[in-house]
Nanobody
Framework: QEQLVESGGGSVQAGGSLTLSCAAS????????MGWFRQAPGKEREVVAG?????????YYHGSVQGRFTVSQDNAKNTVYLQMNSLKPEDTALYYC????????????????WGEGILVTVCS
């Protein structure tokens, strides 16, 4: 059964850091591409970062988080992480972990499995 469970969200002051974790079931962790998306109030869901699980290509980052966020994986734990540094109030959103059965880009439609989301609030 495909399953993705996010953890690590919460509230933080601007300039602070948080690390999100996405624990995946074995079948889901075998997905070749996994990504982090976010949805702020009143806005559409957007990709934050994506990782090619084979390690054959560099991760993808949205321009707004480039240099501040880092996506990584721990194969022993079937877990993907999103390290978020220098957080800004505009980073406030529900963050979702997603996985794709085939790598087809970093859009919502390219993802096949989704977690339920976790809230990140950045206070100014």
């Amino acid at each position: 059964q495909e399953q993705l469970v996010e953890s690590g969200g919460g509230s933080v002051q601007a300039g602070g850091s948080l690390t999100l974790s996405c624990a995946a079931s074995v079948s889901t962790y075998n997905s070749p591409c996994m990504g982090w998306f976010r949805q702020a109030p009143g806005k559409e869901r957007e990709v934050v970062a994506g990782i090619y699980m084979s390690g054959g290509m560099n991760p993808y980052y949205h321009g707004s988080v480039q240099g501040r966020f880092t996506v990584s994986q721990d194969n022993a734990k079937n877990t993907v992480y999103l390290q978020m540094n220098s957080l800004k109030p505009e980073d406030t959103a529900l963050y979702y972990c997603a996985a794709a059965a085939r790598c087809r880009g970093w859009t919502q439609g390219a993802m096949d499995y989704w977690g339920e989301g976790i809230l990140v609030t950045v206070c100014s």
